[in-house]
């Protein structure tokens, strides 16, 4: 039926993504992991919401492109790793030891640009590659910065 969608859509809501919405990540991703812990009857330690609130500058600086679901799917699945006996420390090292998305989204913050194309080539001995991905850009922008 065509006006299917119009009887369906009675409020439509926008909301910015989460990754423009860092001040909510944090209290979220707490949220979920209470929830997630209960769920497997372990509680939620000062300690854990400690080592959260350590962890916040890994997860503000993750991009999020799953939304919230995806905060949701990764809180779950740390706290099967925290509902053990005895409990890890939870630190942003081992935050991204167990949800390696995150680790390669720090990985991927571009080099400060204190190193010139020819410093970065010299740090890393003459390896191209290695050093325009230090430097966060392509071979050939490293090419043309090197040529200039």
Known sequence: RRDLFYRLSILRLQLPPLRERVTDILPLAESFLKVSLAALSAPFSAALRQGLQASETVLVHYDWPG?????????????????????P???????????????????????????????????????????ANYLGISRTTFWRRLKN
Do not use: C, H, W, Y
């Open 89 to 131: 420390d939870l630190t942003p090292q081992f935050l991204q030891l167990l949800l390696p998305e995150l680790a390669r989204e720090s990985a991927k913050t571009p080099a400060p640009r204190l190193l010139t194309p020819q410093q970065a080539l010299e740090k890393f001995k003459g390896d191209k590659t290695a050093a």
């Open 67 to 87: 939304n919230i679901r995806e905060l949701r799917n990764m809180m779950e699945r740390l706290a099967l790793f925290l509902s053990v006996e005895p409990t």
